[in-house]
């Protein structure tokens, strides 16, 4: 019997042991891994000019790209879309494409979140029949997954507008 005790001990160790190596961050890397692909959605843009409050969806479906990073944090490219504000009499707003990158999880929050006005990202952007590249001067993201969905929340505002344009996209993979 005084055998058996160290035997069951050293097993119950090396039991330990291996539970604890198969508890890695690679299951994080694995299920980040899951959430890259392309989202297809509709997106919604809004802001406020000259004391109106406008809300316009896009005029089509189109795909946000999601990217995982090792670090744990993704990229969002977002597409080039165009909103249709004839009705105001401003024509269509074209924005191009551009990504935001290393948008860390938040686990306060439970969402990938980004404050990246720092980045210093930028895109072509048409309004009122006039193409230019403007940089982004202000921009928050707010990232969530739910089951093969995303929402994202992009709050921006380039420079050179005197507004701030808020985008909501929700999209399938």
């Known amino acids: 019997m005084k055998k058996a005790i160290p035997f069951l001990l050293l097993s119950a160790?090396?039991?330990?042991?291996?539970m604890f190596v198969s508890c890695s961050d690679d299951d994080d890397v694995e299920v980040i891994d899951t959430l890259s692909g392309n989202y297809t959605g509709r997106d919604t843009l809004t802001f406020s000019v000259k004391g109106m409050n406008l809300n316009q969806p896009n005029t089509e479906d189109v795909s946000y790209a999601v990217k995982a990073n090792k670090d744990g944090s993704i990229?969002?490219?977002?597409?080039?879309?165009?909103?249709?504000?004839?009705?105001?009499k401003m024509g269509n707003i074209v924005q191009g494409s551009y990504t935001v990158s290393h948008i860390p999880y938040d686990s306060n929050k439970g969402v990938w979140y980004l404050d990246y006005a720092?980045?210093?990202d930028s895109a072509?952007?048409?309004?009122?029949?006039?193409?230019?590249?403007?940089?982004?001067?202000?921009?928050?993201?707010?990232v969530s997954f739910r089951?093969?969905?995303?929402?994202?929340?992009?709050?921006?505002?380039?420079?050179?507008m005197p507004m701030a344009l808020n985008g909501s996209f929700g999209g399938k993979k």
């Open 118 to 120: 720092a980045q210093k």
């Open 147 to 160: 089951n093969d969905s995303v929402f994202v929340k992009n709050e921006h505002m380039f420079d050179g």
């Open 75 to 88: 990229d969002v490219t977002l597409p080039s879309e165009t909103f249709d504000f004839t009705a105001v």
């Open 124 to 142: 072509m952007v048409s309004i009122f029949g006039k193409t230019k590249k403007y940089e982004v001067k202000e921009g928050k993201i707010t």
């Open 13 to 18: 160790a090396l039991m330990t042991t291996t």
